[in-house]
């Protein structure tokens, strides 16, 4: 079975970049992708490439060769489903701010809409992709779905879990450690299935690197694998306290044990604590599965790593305000970074949020600056968190263009995301125009620490 038409439902962080990465390995493919949100096509059609909605390096480049030859977006949802022979399903997935599974289960209300759009539209045979991070059995309601609600079409459902991580996102795309795909591999209706998305993945990738597992193991592994990086990210963080107290230094040890060949030197950067759209949400998603399950034990075991990773932000906070002499009220706080990690402008679960949150709590004054992230970004996230209204969130909160804006007169500087360009500030200028004595928490172990003691700074990093 050759794929001639793709249509992505949702046009977001997944669904965006890996379409324009397909689209441009696959000439003969035309590819279009969809969203309900008018303003976001508009901008992925902006005539200048660097508006698109989402900032990842390399991605204006692969955008600009593909679209209008065979990529395109579309607020048409209707049309593109028609049309395709294969449906991404890209929609996002939060984790469910009401009723049963409350802060804990994922809500699928966007994924079933999706299916019953599908259903409603199709009239020819359609193999349907599960692309964002779904609880395992996903795709059996999904199917479910579909065969009752459609009008006789045949599906075949495949998962294809994404692991592009954000600010790498081109790159992984183009060079991925594995690509998984799970389909009903028993049957040759769903092995031809999968064999179609292998195919367009062969288009630049080594077939050894195309895993193909049933659909319950691939959502499962997707779960699974966000599950365990999270958890070496809390693992460091436990111990980068240790370190504190202990005399030992976090970065030593993460380096130490990194050279173990068993444990490998990724994901051991301690820090404020990690965000992102994927790993709270993914683990809560487990730990709900393992519980719905009976599965206490399993359920305990994972939910630490976010009680760890919600107990590094809030110490993080707590450490400024202690250092400050037990109060931030009234005292000016710059925030360096409010992105959940640098190179991307996303801010979904970043730690930035959180100690943020915390501080207005003792009164501080915020003074945010980051490269990439809009200001009515800054003020949603804190408005979605509801501790309290949007114009006391305006009047204790400000937004400026330069990191010297932010510092001047601080009485403390907080670095919440490792820009690489907050290595190269002029420190010496932010030294001297900052409050004395001036205060530097570097929650990302992004700064040299003689350097700014030399000049001055009280300096506290995460972790020594
Ligand atoms: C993650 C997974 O890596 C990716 O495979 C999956 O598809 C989606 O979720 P992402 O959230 O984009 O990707 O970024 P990632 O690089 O994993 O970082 C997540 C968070 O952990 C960030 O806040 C980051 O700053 C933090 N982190 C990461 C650390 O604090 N220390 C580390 O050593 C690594
Ligand atoms: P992710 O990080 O998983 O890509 P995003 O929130 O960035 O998540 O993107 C998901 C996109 O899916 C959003 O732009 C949203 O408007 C879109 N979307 C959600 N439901 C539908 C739907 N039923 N039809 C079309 N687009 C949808």
Same mark, same amino acid.
């Given at each position: 079975?050759?794929?001639?038409?793709?249509?992505?439902i949702g046009a977001g962080y997944v669904g965006g970049p890996t379409m324009a990465v397909i689209a441009q390995k696959c000439p003969e493919i035309n590819v279009t992708v969809v969203d309900i949100n008018a303003d976001r096509i508009a901008a992925w059609n902006d005539e200048?490439?660097?508006?698109?909605?989402?900032?990842?390096?390399?991605?204006?480049?692969?955008?600009?060769?593909?679209?209008?030859?065979?990529?395109?977006?579309?607020?048409?949802?209707?049309?593109?489903?028609?049309?395709?022979?294969?449906?991404?399903?890209?929609?996002?997935?939060?984790?469910?701010?009401?009723?049963?599974?409350?802060?804990?289960?994922?809500?699928?209300?966007?994924?079933?809409?999706?299916?019953?759009?599908i259903a409603r539209v199709s009239k020819n045979d359609k193999i349907v992709v599960e692309k964002s991070t779904l609880p395992v059995r996903t795709a059996e309601a999904l199917k479910n779905i579909l065969d009752n609600t459609g009008n006789g079409v045949n599906y075949q459902?495949?998962?294809?879990?994404?692991?592009?991580?954000?600010?790498?996102?081109?790159?992984?795309?183009?060079?991925?450690?594995?690509?998984?795909?799970?389909?009903?591999?028993?049957?040759?209706?769903?092995?031809?299935?999968?064999?179609?998305?292998?195919?367009?993945?062969?288009?630049?990738?080594?077939?050894?690197?195309?895993?193909?597992?049933?659909?319950?193991?691939?959502?499962?592994?997707?779960?699974?694998?966000?599950?365990?990086?999270?958890?070496?990210?809390?693992?460091?963080?436990?111990?980068? /306290?240790?370190? $504190?107290?202990?005399?030992? +230094?976090? #970065?030593?040890?993460?380096?130490? &044990?990194?050279? %173990?060949?068993?444990?490998?030197?990724?994901?051991?950067?301690?820090?404020?604590?990690?965000?992102?759209?994927?790993?709270?949400?993914?683990?809560?998603?487990?730990?709900?599965?393992?519980?719905?399950?009976?599965?206490?034990?399993?359920?305990?075991?994972?939910?630490?790593?976010?009680?760890?990773?919600?107990?590094?932000?809030?110490?993080?906070?707590?450490?400024?305000?202690?250092?400050?002499?037990?109060?931030?009220?009234?005292?000016?706080?710059?925030?360096?970074?409010?992105?959940?990690?640098?190179?991307?402008?996303?801010?979904?679960?970043?730690?930035?949020?959180?100690?943020?949150?915390?501080?207005?709590? /003792?009164?501080? $004054?915020?003074?945010?600056? +980051?490269? #990439?992230?809009?200001?009515?970004? &800054?003020?949603? %996230?804190?408005?979605?968190?509801?501790?309290?209204?949007?114009?006391?969130?305006?009047?204790?909160?400000?937004?400026?263009?330069?990191?010297?804006?932010?510092?001047?007169?601080?009485?403390?500087?907080?670095?919440?995301?490792?820009?690489?360009?907050?290595?190269?500030?002029?420190?010496?200028?932010?030294?001297?125009?900052?409050?004395?004595?001036?205060?530097?928490?570097?929650?990302?172990?992004?700064?040299?620490?003689?350097?700014?003691?030399?000049?001055?700074?009280?300096?506290?990093a995460i972790g020594s």
């Open positions: 079975m050759k794929i001639k038409n793709i249509c992505c200048d490439v660097e508006n698109i909605p989402i900032y990842e390096p390399g991605l204006s480049e692969v955008v600009k060769e593909a679209r209008g030859r065979n990529l395109f977006f579309s607020t048409n949802v209707d049309s593109a489903i028609d049309k395709a022979d294969m449906i991404f399903i890209s929609v996002n997935t939060p984790t469910k701010t009401y009723g049963i599974g409350k802060g804990m289960a994922a809500d699928l209300k966007f994924i079933e809409l999706c299916a019953r759009q459902i495949l998962s294809n879990p994404e692991f592009l991580a954000e600010g790498t996102a081109v790159d992984d795309l183009m060079n991925p450690d594995r690509v998984l795909i799970g389909g009903d591999i028993e049957n040759p209706e769903g092995k031809e299935a999968v064999e179609a998305l292998v195919d367009i993945y062969a288009h630049w990738i080594p077939r050894e690197r195309l895993l193909t597992t049933n659909v319950w193991s691939s959502e499962l592994s997707k779960l699974t694998a966000n599950a365990f990086l999270a958890q070496r990210v809390s693992s460091i963080n436990a111990m980068s /306290e240790l370190c $504190e107290k202990s005399g030992a +230094d976090v #970065k030593e040890v993460s380096k130490a &044990i990194g050279m %173990d060949s068993r444990i490998g030197p990724k994901f051991l950067q301690a820090s404020v604590g990690f965000g992102g759209s994927c790993f709270q949400k993914d683990i809560l998603n487990l730990v709900y599965i393992s519980k719905s399950l009976g599965l206490n034990e399993v359920a305990d075991y994972w939910e630490q790593v976010i009680i760890m990773n919600d107990y590094q932000k809030k110490r993080f906070a707590y450490k400024i305000v202690q250092t400050l002499f037990n109060t931030v009220s009234g005292k000016k706080i710059a925030v360096l970074g409010w992105a959940f990690k640098k190179d991307t402008n996303d801010t979904r679960e970043s730690a930035a949020i959180y100690v943020a949150d915390y501080l207005l709590n /003792e009164q501080a $004054e915020i003074v945010v600056y +980051d490269p #990439k992230v809009k200001t009515e970004q &800054i003020y949603a %996230d804190l408005d979605y968190l509801n501790t309290r209204s949007s114009e006391e969130n305006r009047a204790q909160v400000s937004v400026v263009d330069t990191p010297y804006e932010a510092t001047k007169e601080a009485h403390a500087i907080a670095v919440l995301t490792e820009w690489d360009e907050f290595k190269e500030l002029d420190w010496e200028k932010i030294y001297n125009e900052m409050l004395k004595p001036a205060f530097l928490f570097d929650g990302r172990r992004l700064l040299e620490r003689a350097t700014k003691e030399k000049m001055g700074f009280e300096f506290y």
